[in-house]
């Protein structure tokens, strides 16, 4: 991350990702863009080269297509929104930012790539915890700090960090405050989320049935393909619904296995003090 990068970011107070970790960012735009871009391929084929052998007609083209443009774009904005830095003032000394990075390292295990007077750079690996890892970024400006936490885009592309962009920051800046307050670390016992809250479960409600319908229709465009550009997008909608229900699922088992431990370990302190 040289100079020019750093000066562009502060202006912008945008991310700057490489070309690749653009392509991975915006995946599921992609993904999702399948089947408007073959049904514009097939418009050319019968349109311009003459060389369409569907079944289908335009206009059933068009009228299949259409509707996948709407989610394409509003991922499109979701993660363009996503590269948004988090502005905070706040005066701090390089030993009060190096004690924070310490503590939030140690805490959520952060693999420090970059930190210099300029700019620091973290990622938090995977570990059960529904997201494959975050990026996470913070730019030293003054008396001023540009956050940024984005699902990793070095690794497999995810669309939900499952809250921890967001913790990621804001446990930060919990211990930069702290350490400026003179308070001591404190040991913290794990607290499983609450996977059953009223908005969760209305998620759930809406986005499982969707993700089935998209599998099922999925299936039907592979195994009812009229040519090869049918099958791609049929996989290509079936992915962004098996990754989905994948990572909630993940996360409902582990902290489930986590709330048990917690009961064991309560129950079992009630015996020692009985």
């Known amino acids: 991350m040289n100079k020019e990068s750093i000066d562009i970011m502060k202006q912008t107070k945008r991310m700057l990702l490489s070309r690749w970790q653009t392509i991975d960012h915006y995946f599921i735009v992609l ?22 052998k569907g079944v289908r007609t335009a206009n059933e083209l068009i009228s299949t297509a259409w509707p996948w443009i709407i989610p394409a774009i509003v991922f499109f904005f979701l993660q363009k929104r996503r590269l948004i830095f988090r502005e905070v003032r706040i005066e701090y000394s390089d030993q009060e930012f190096k004690e924070a990075i310490d503590r939030t ?13 300029n700019v620091f750079k973290a990622y938090r690996p995977w570990n059960w915890s529904g997201s494959w890892g975050e990026m996470i970024t913070i730019i030293k400006d003054k008396d001023q700090l540009l956050m940024n936490s984005i ?7 995810s669309v ?9 920051i804001d446990t930060f800046l919990k211990n930069l405050i702290d350490v400026k307050k003179g308070i001591p670390v404190q040991v913290k016992e794990e607290q499983p989320e609450k996977e059953w809250t009223l908005k969760k479960v209305i998620i759930r409600l809406l986005v499982y049935p969707f ?3 998209l599998i099922g229709f999925g299936l039907y465009m592979i195994f009812n393909s009229v040519n090869w550009k049918s099958q791609g997008a049929g996989i290509g909608v079936m ?7 994948y990572s909630d699922l ?5 902290n489930k296995s986590t709330n048990a431990q917690h009961r064991l370990s309560a129950n079992s302190g009630q015996s020692n003090e009985k």
Do not use: H, V
């Open 31 to 52: 993904i999702i863009m399948l089947i408007p871009g073959f049904t514009l391929f097939s418009l050319f084929e019968i349109y311009i080269a003459g060389t369409y």
């Open 105 to 117: 390292a140690k805490e959520y295990e952060w693999q420090i790539e970059l930190n210099n007077r």
């Open 151 to 157: 699902c990793d885009p070095n690794k497999l592309s």
């Open 160 to 168: 939900a960090s499952f809250g921890w962009n967001r913790r990621n």
């Open 211 to 213: 993700c089935l319908f």
């Open 239 to 245: 992915t962004i619904a098996i990754i989905y229900m």
């Open 250 to 254: 993940k996360m409902i088992i582990k």
